[in-house]
């Protein structure tokens, strides 16, 4: 990113082969199956417009991402939100009982934000043979790397599998780039290509793109790993103090945890230990991002 910056004057490489191969080799697929942008909202947004028109609908878990009713909006169609199961990930049979002839996206956020939800891939295998060519799918998996239940590659085989299919995720969770602005999209070439055709060029400035490239080499993947384990292994021992304390919570494969409860009640207490939590007061608790053993200790503070 250093280097990068010797030469902003001037514009990047148009097609970001380098770092749409960069990907490509990691993941598994052909670069012609990668498109990257300045992070995966920008991305959501792309493939919204790819399939939203005036008339269309989108069906999408909710609470999730602020993004998905954003996206659907803008591009004119109508969203369609879905509630969650108990467990706080997709109710897959409810999303495919809500679609209807004027469906054209469905957006499946695994793990779920803000819930940590999880659905793993032989109930995301059967959910997709049901559902029509003609229909996106989009997986958010914006929190996928955090996932101890399956490994990280595993989802990739279902691009490969159906070609309706586009997996998102980003550079600014588990790869720590959120303020470089960076993410992917993997999905066959045919919307990959389509994605890439109708982006706005350039967007994706230089020094995002040697990050991309820099994250996806064997040190960059190395230092990711090392983070995420060490982001795992405070997420258990948050989760084992929480039960311990018998604070209801939900059961997470993300870096966060959702917290049951009064949500403004619960901000306040977080706010007095100098603790920032989200409220979901309509989904009856706070969301809590697992940091630093010292950020987390004084979060469970609150429970003692
Ligand atoms: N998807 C999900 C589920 C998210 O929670 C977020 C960020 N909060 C994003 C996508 C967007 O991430 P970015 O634009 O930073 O890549």
């Known amino acids: 990113m250093t280097e990068a910056l010797q030469t902003v004057n001037r514009y990047p490489d148009y097609h970001r082969t380098a770092a749409r191969t ?3 080799n990691v993941v598994g697929v052909a670069p012609e199956w990668v498109a990257v942008d300045n992070g995966s909202g920008s991305l959501l947004h792309g493939l919204a ?3 939203i028109e005036p008339g269309t609908t989108a069906i999408y878990g909710w609470p999730s991402f602020e993004a998905y009713p954003a996206s659907v909006a803008l591009a004119g169609g109508s969203p369609s939100p879905v509630d969650l199961n108990a467990e706080g990930a997709m109710d897959l049979a409810a999303l495919r009982d809500a679609m209807g002839d004027s469906t054209r996206l469905v957006v499946l956020c695994n793990p779920n934000n803000p819930t940590g939800g999880f659905i793993g891939i032989d109930d995301l295998r059967a959910f ?3 559902v029509p060519d003609n229909v996106l799918v989009v997986l958010d998996e914006a929190y996928r790397e955090f996932v101890t ?6 989802s990739i085989a279902l691009v490969h599998e159906f070609e309706n299919v586009a997996i998102v995720r980003t550079m600014s969770k588990s790869y720590g780039l959120a303020g470089v602005r960076a993410g992917y999209v993997i999905a066959q070439e045919r919307i990959a290509l389509a994605l890439r055709r109708s982006s706005v ?5 230089s020094v995002a793109d040697a990050a991309i490239i820099a994250a996806f080499s064997p040190e960059g993947l190395q230092i990711a790993e090392e983070r995420i384990q060490r982001i795992v292994a405070e997420r258990e021992r948050f989760l084992a103090a929480l039960t311990a304390a018998g604070v209801s919570h939900l059961p997470t494969e993300s870096n966060f945890v959702f917290i049951h409860g009064d949500a403004a009640e619960l901000t306040k207490r977080f706010e007095a230990q100098g603790v920032m939590s989200r409220p979901f007061p ?10 630093a053993p010292a950020e987390n200790d004084a979060a469970l503070a609150v429970f003692n």
């Open 282 to 291: 309509h989904a009856g608790g706070v969301r809590i991002t697992i940091g």
């Open 49 to 51: 417009r790819l399939v």
């Open 149 to 154: 239940a399956e490994d990280v590659s595993e």
């Open 22 to 24: 960069a990907i490509a």
């Open 128 to 130: 997709l043979s049901s």
């Open 201 to 205: 060029g350039f967007a994706l400035n």
